[in-house]
């Protein structure tokens, strides 16, 4: 009975080499499903339907219609900076012309002051010229300077002709006298000079 036992042992012994694979032989359906798989994902990859094509093409078509708006963008606020920067410049011009315009009154009456011959030894006199001397140098600060007029071509953008002679000393259109100075703020007249013209 123990012979008989044991067979059926033999046997199953026997049976199992067969029935056991080595494991390159495991590994072949992996890797050929593994190939499959790479091969899909390449074709998937590449092939686009044409669905997806119209997709791309449109918001490519839309990204260039949202970098167009904001370059236009851009340089509408690059213009607009500009012009606020220089609107707010000329505003702050005039203004600046218009209270030195106000001031022009006090300069013409040191001016007349100085002019007043007699006492130069006076220590109100020499105040006086102190006084004066320093208004001029605050309007020089200022950027304001003088218009250059006697002895200057008259010309109607910086002089004023309120009178005419005929002096052959002078030349034709020659400003003669100067009756009232004229000031400039950098190149806008803050006041013509007015004068008196020869020839």
Known sequence: MSEEVKQPEETAEAAEPQAQETPEQEAAPEKEAKGTKAKKKKEKGYTLTREQMETLELAAKQLESVKDQFTRLTAEYDNYRKRTAKEKDSLYQDAK???????????????????????????????????????????????VTEIQAKGQAFDPEKHNAVMHIDDPDFGENEVAQVFQAGFMLGEKVIRHAIVQVAN
């Open 97 to 143: 012309a218009d209270t030195i315009k106000e001031f022009l009154a006090v300069y013409d009456n040191l001016e007349r002051a100085m002019a007043v011959e007699g006492d130069e030894d006076s220590p109100h006199k020499k105040g006086l010229e102190m006084i004066f001397h320093q208004y001029q140098d605050i309007l020089k600060k200022l950027g």
